[in-house]
């Protein structure tokens, strides 16, 4: 059974870090590109960060460009997300998303308030 299980979300002040991890489960995580999602209240899910079944390529939404880095340690079927310099406008649930299979995390929580 594949699943993704998110963690590290919180509550930070603005300007502040936080690491998410997706650790992966029921299938090789090198076969896959992932990504990171986020939705918050009353908007649409849309797509914060991606990377390469390889980790040589990413991609960013242009409103967390130069912030947030995604990466990934196949050996330990892990995705990260660090989120640096955060704002109250990243507050919302982030989800791991497996590309290949079409496949969610049920998500974790990020709320940026002081």
């Known amino acids: 059974q594949v699943q993704l299980v998110e963690s590290g979300g919180g509550l930070v002040q603005p300007g502040g870090s936080l690491r998410l991890s997706c650790v992966v489960s029921g299938f090789t995580l090198r076969w896959s590109a992932m990504r990171w999602y986020r939705q918050a209240p009353g908007k649409e899910r849309e797509l914060v960060a991606g990377?390469?079944?390889?980790?040589?390529?990413?991609n960013y939404a242009d409103s967390v460009k130069g912030r947030f880095t995604i990466s990934r340690d196949n050996a330990k079927n892990t995705v990260y997300l660090q989120m640096n310099s955060l704002k109250s406008e990243d507050t919302a649930v982030y989800y791991c998303?497996?590309?290949?299979?079409?496949?969610w995390g049920q998500g974790t929580q990020v709320t940026v308030s002081s």
């Open positions: 998303y497996a590309a290949s299979l079409f496949t």
């Open positions: 990377i390469s079944s390889a980790g040589d390529s990413t």
